[in-house]
């Protein structure tokens, strides 16, 4: 087996230098490619790894194209797709292949990730249902950590991903009319739906998971309408419109209880108004039927 490794980069290169520099420390065989996409950073770096290919996209495409970009580009049977705040915290290269080696259902696995104050963060979460939005991401959390602790289905993020080159000859690369939210769950259910298995390799890894900035009203936004159209895509919404009417009862609700007492559990204004926002303009999103185009943006 060959392996390849990809990083993604972005106005980020001191946290994918130091992701290059322990991928290269704790590979205890030799990786056969290692490529970083710069997707036309605003800041200057320079790359000083011999080991590792540079390229630099013309114009900022974002991550879902980004990541593409590099998977056509690595030729290996294997690919480890690291976030620029992810590396390894021990040897892999070896234990990775002896996994996939071993496992030959598993077309995608991932490694247990550690935070930065060396406690176990999520490397992987049950495969989403339509539950997800019908209670709200903060009930839906609860639900995943009360109840449903065991999953049968999982899926695994990208932040520290290895994947088999047959997989992607099969179903292909990360769908792009995702607005980068929901790319891991895609391709890992479309994964599962072709046979593959989903797995957590032995491995452990660090993962900072900073996230990229925006607005709480935006990336809330933005994660209802990436999850209809994942929930949509794979035929996990039974009775739309129905599904609908709850969703929009639940956030209408919340939409009134933001306003009126709000003050009492948020101390400004300005996250009341966040708050507000993403449930007025998915209000919106569903009863005009925007969905139905699938505007994710």
Not at 17 to 36: G, H, P, R, W, Y
Not at 69 to 93: F, H, Q, R
Not at 236 to 263: M, N, P
Request: hydrophobic share 40%; proline share 3%.
């Amino acid at each position: 087996m060959k392996i390849g490794v990809l990083v993604t980069n972005y106005n980020t290169w001191a946290l994918t230098s130091q992701c290059i520099e322990n991928t290269l420390k704790f590979a205890d065989e030799a990786i056969d490619q290692v490529l970083i996409i710069d997707d036309c950073s605003t800041e200057k770096f320079e790359n000083k790894f011999d080991q590792v290919e540079l390229i630099r996209n013309s114009e900022n495409i974002g991550l879902i194209k980004s990541l593409n970009k590099g998977l056509k580009e690595i030729k290996t049977d294997l690919i480890l797709i690291l976030d620029s705040d992810a590396w390894p915290l021990e040897n892999y290269v070896k234990k990775i292949k002896e996994y996939f080696s071993n496992n030959p259902e598993i077309g995608i696995a991932t490694f247990e990730t550690l935070n930065a104050k060396g406690k176990p963060s999520p490397s992987y979460v049950a495969e989403p249902s339509v539950l997800s939005l019908l209670l709200g991401q903060q009930l839906y959390s609860l639900y995943l950590k009360k109840i449903l602790k065991n999953p049968r289905e999982i899926n695994v993020f990208t932040c520290a991903m290895v994947i088999r080159r047959e997989v992607l000859n099969e179903i292909g690369v990360f769908d792009e009319k995702y607005d980068w939210l929901e790319l891991d769950h895609d391709i890992c259910m479309r994964a599962s739906r072709k046979g593959w298995k989903i797995g957590v390799m032995p491995i452990r890894a660090f993962h900072q998971g900073s996230g990229t900035p925006q607005r709480i009203g935006q990336r809330v936004v933005r994660f209802y309408k990436n999850r209809w159209y994942l929930l949509r895509k794979f035929r996990k919404v039974k009775q739309e419109h129905l599904t609908i009417f709850f969703i929009c009862l639940r956030l209408g609700l919340e939409y009134i209880i933001v306003w009126t007492i709000g003050s009492l559990y948020y101390r400004d204004i300005d996250t009341i108004r966040e708050k507000a926002y993403s449930r007025r303009v998915m209000i919106k999103y569903f009863l005009l039927g925007e969905w139905k185009m699938g505007k994710l943006n």
